[in-house]
């Protein structure tokens, strides 16, 4: 996930997005998916597993791996993917939020501020003429996205 994050804030992610397209989809899917899995599987013993909602984040992560390795063929399914993650990925965040305290509940509180940034920041960005390619906004979402693999960590451990 990490080295995900950073490939995206740099050319490398292109590159291998033109050459090498199945090692940067699996580099983009593989950490999420293994954490998602691992965290659903930790969740069965709770009183809101929230099973059906990990196993849908789960399949469009991985339909998200076959979208960036033909993302030239299939452009909209990328497009498609990037607009239904999010409705997926703040009722779960928010669920955990109000169910779980501690490691979990901060867990929700970053997968929706993460999710947040990731997608509005870049649109603000966008809007206030600042152009994509700034580093303060690579380095903002990069370091979001630090600290999300890091509440990860801190739970899965």
């Known amino acids: 996930m990490v080295v995900a994050a950073i490939f995206t804030i740099t050319p490398i992610d292109r590159w291998f ?3 090498a397209s199945i090692v940067i989809a699996l580099i983009n899917t593989v950490g999420m998916v293994t954490m998602y899995f691992t ?3 930790g ?4 009183y809101h597993p929230l099973t059906a909602l990990w196993i849908v984040v789960i399949a469009l992560n991985i339909v998200s791996f076959f979208a960036i390795l033909f993302e030239s063929a299939f452009p909209e399914v990328s497009f498609i993917i990037a607009c239904v993650l999010p ?4 009722p779960l965040g928010a669920l955990i939020i ?3 305290r501690g490691h979990l509940q901060s ?3 970053w997968m929706i501020v993460r ?4 997608i509005l920041l870049p649109i603000a960005w966008y809007i206030l003429g600042i152009g994509l390619n700034d ?3 690579d380095s903002i979402i990069l370091i979001t996205e630090l600290i999300y693999a890091w509440q990860f960590y801190r739970l899965l451990r």
Do not use: A, S, T
């Open 43 to 46: 969740m069965k013993r709770l």
């Open 115 to 118: 999710i947040l940034i990731v």
């Open 135 to 137: 580093i303060f906004l």
């Open 87 to 90: 409705l997926c990925y703040l």
């Open 107 to 109: 867990l929700g509180i």
């Open 39 to 41: 965290e659903m599987r």
């Open 98 to 100: 109000i169910w779980y």
């Open 17 to 19: 997005k033109d050459y």
